[in-house]
Structure formats: structure tokens, C-alpha cells
């Protein structure tokens, strides 16, 4: 089990910055990704960013050059720096870890933290 606890959501004007933090403590041993979702009321929830740990990144089209993923192995962290915040960004946003298990069988899992607030208005 990989337990998620995000931070830094919050409130700001557009063309603003926030920073996102998800701090991963368990089984991180067995975490081969991280990254963030975000969903707003009556839609699926969809990709922000997610970085394996090879280093390959992958961004929403949505946020491609305004947004920057980053890990710290080290502290089993990741985070999400936002900026040029647009009010289209406002959303409750998700850390995801992926975690593996070789077994056999070998067997995937995917980890959410419970959320953060991100909210853009002027």
C-alpha cells in the first residue's frame, strides 16, 4: 500500500503561480510513477502531468509549457509547478502513484491522494 498527502492548492488570480506537493510514504518501493489528475463537477478526470521513474514525462495538452513536474526520489515526493494560471485550471487536483508488484503474478495498482483544491479567478 502507498499512501498520497498533497499540499499547496489554493486560491489565485490568472496569470498567477502555485506550487503542488504529493508526498508518498508505504510501499514506495514498488512506485515506477508519479503524478497529477485533475477533475472539475460532471467530468472525467484527466491528466495534468505524470513522470516515470526513468525520467519520461507526459504532459495534458492543456497545460504543455505552463506547467513543470518534478520528483524528489529522495523524499518520495512529487510536485507541480503552475504557471500563467488561466481560470480553466481551476479543478480539484489528484496525485497518482502507480505501483508494481512483480509477484508472480505481476500485478499493477494505482494510488490517489484525496485532493487539493486549485482554484483561478480574478
Known amino acids: 500500500q502507498v499512501q498520497l498527502v498533497e499540499s499547496g492548492g489554493g486560491s489565485v488570480h490568472p496569470g498567477g503561480s502555485l506550487r503542488l506537493s504529493c508526498a508518498a510514504s508505504?510501499?514506495?518501493?514498488?512506485?515506477?510513477?508519479m503524478g497529477w489528475y485533475r477533475q472539475t463537477p460532471g467530468k472525467q478526470r484527466e491528466l495534468v502531468a505524470t513522470?516515470?521513474?526513468?525520467?519520461?514525462?507526459h504532459y495534458g495538452d492543456s497545460v504543455k509549457g505552463r506547467f513543470t513536474i518534478s520528483r524528489d526520489n529522495a523524499k518520495s515526493t512529487v510536485y507541480l509547478q503552475m504557471n500563467s494560471l488561466k481560470p480553466g485550471d481551476t479543478a480539484v487536483y489528484y496525485c497518482?502513484?502507480?505501483?508494481?508488484?512483480?509477484?508472480?503474478?505481476?500485478?499493477?495498482?494505482?494510488?490517489w491522494g484525496r485532493g487539493t483544491q486549485v482554484t483561478v479567478s480574478s
Open positions: 497518482d502513484a502507480g505501483g508494481v508488484d512483480y509477484g508472480p503474478p505481476l500485478e499493477v495498482y494505482d494510488y
Open positions: 508505504g510501499s514506495i518501493s514498488s512506485i515506477y510513477s
Open positions: 513522470k516515470l521513474n526513468g525520467g519520461t514525462t
